[in-house]
T-cell receptor, first 109, second 113 residues
């Protein structure tokens, strides 16, 4: 059974600080996605990671994928309040996409 | 504009009734998915389909049914057998061949009254 685990599940941090969200998964996959969800809204795609060693960056967010370790990270640099949201990783395997439980990020001014 | 459309946005159902949630996409994606999200929780896969006239159960298929008669459409029926149907339902479409992620509709919030 494919399992996708994120940690931490909740993160409260100060503006200007750096932090990393981790996503571990249990079965080999070369496709991993990161999404953002604001309260009451749908999911917005952030990154698509398609191969071992893939690194993508957009603004203060950077995602990476290590398929050998079955690990992806989402790094936040110099956090700002607008990044407060829930972040999900999702693994694409066997024609289905399985999500982690999400990390609720709260950035304090 | 290309996209994925869910309707209705809000839906109220009486206990014992079946309801159908609509999901349409014009992105020419082969794959479509239905997820359920409970408050403060992650997304759980209900059903998914990779081609027309074929679909597979996800992790929580009991009490739900789907059809895939057209590439563009993947409606979800919440039956009376689903004991706790109140939730936020999200439909997505994607294409492995296009190397894209799954794109999501705006969701349907179903409430049992």
């Amino acid at each position: 059974e494919l399992k996708v685990e994120q940690n931490p599940l909740f993160l409260s941090m100060q503006e200007g600080k750096n932090y990393t969200i981790y996503c571990n998964y249990s079965t080999t996959s070369d496709r991993l996605y990161w999404y953002r969800q604001d309260p009451g809204k749908s999911l917005e795609s952030l990154f698509v990671l398609l191969s071992n060693g893939a690194v993508k960056q957009e603004g203060r967010l950077m995602a990476s994928l290590d398929t050998k370790a079955r690990l992806s990270t989402l790094h936040i640099t110099a956090a700002v309040h607008d990044l407060s949201a829930t972040y999900f990783c999702a693994v694409d395997i066997w024609d289905k996409i399985i999500f982690g439980k999400g990390t609720r990020l709260h950035i304090l001014p | 504009d290309g996209g994925i459309t869910q309707s209705p946005k809000y839906l109220f159902r009486k206990e014992g009734q079946n309801v159908t949630l609509s999901c349409e996409q014009n992105l020419n994606h082969d794959a479509m998915y239905w997820y359920r999200q409970d408050p403060g929780q992650g997304l759980r896969l209900i059903y998914y389909s990779q081609i027309v006239n074929d679909f597979q159960k996800g992790d929580i298929a009991e009490g739900y049914s789907v059809s895939r008669e057209k590439k563009e459409s993947f409606p979800l029926t919440v039956t009376s057998a689903q004991k706790n149907p109140t939730a936020f339902y999200l439909c997505a479409s994607g294409s492995t061949a296009m190397n894209t992620e799954a794109f999501f509709g705006q969701g349907t919030r179903l409430t049992v009254v």
